[in-house]
């Protein structure tokens, strides 16, 4: 009998005092959801995006829309804040 082992995609969201400002970002990554949702609103796919940002995963892509679907309003000041910098 064999085992096969089934690799798993896995990502969070966190913020880090000093990494990026605080801002939510991608597990171990400096790729912050509010940069990513501005992607998506200028109208990139989420294939796109991976094409642009190679050391992202799908699920990493999921976690992002997630966490922007139920933190919209936290995501949409950093959009502000970031744009007005």
Not at 28 to 51: F, K, P, W, Y
Not at 71 to 85: F, V
């Amino acid at each position: 009998m064999s085992t096969q082992a089934t690799r798993t995609a896995t990502s969070w969201i966190e913020k880090t005092p000093g990494v990026c400002g605080g801002e939510p970002c991608i597990r171990n990554t400096r790729h912050t959801v509010s940069g990513l949702v501005e992607s998506r609103q200028l109208g990139m796919t989420d294939a796109r995006i991976l094409e642009s940002y190679p050391d992202l995963t799908q699920a990493d892509l999921d976690e992002a829309w997630k966490y922007w679907g139920e933190h919209s309003e936290e995501i949409q000041k950093w959009i502000y804040e970031n744009q007005e910098a």
